[in-house]
């Protein structure tokens, strides 16, 4: 599309100012615009996500697919012995379930996993698996 958007995060916990997650800064199409994120080192490690918050445009693209993971990984040997940095990294498995639902945009709730409507996970029997898991959850998608 030829619209201007921006990036805002969830589950960081940086300044909404600057160069960093301030929503009212936006990039026009085909241009660049730089985010410096710093990272504090007693920061909360884990699985975040991202997704565009330029108003009233921001269901629109997020329905399009501009939403993702966002990873602050620890440092293996601060968190966990070091036996298991190959377990860690080499079985790890990334999940993002995402549940929209607009009745602007559709009539319809648009549940998806890593932005496929149906997930196709083959996992080896013996075999330890490290997952990290994200919701991303539009509007009024989810009733409990």
Known sequence: AHIPTNLHTHGLHVSGVGSVDDVTRNVD???CLIYRYFILEDADV???????HRHPLVTIEAYGGAYGMLIVDEIIEDYYP?????FLKQNEVLLQFSSMYN???SSVRTNRVNGHRQLNLILTPDVYYYFRISSVVYADSVNY
């Open 29 to 31: 199409p085909g241009q």
């Open 46 to 52: 884990g699985t975040f996500w991202y997704h565009p």
């Open 82 to 86: 070091v036996h298991l940095e190959n």
């Open 103 to 105: 009745k602007v945009v």
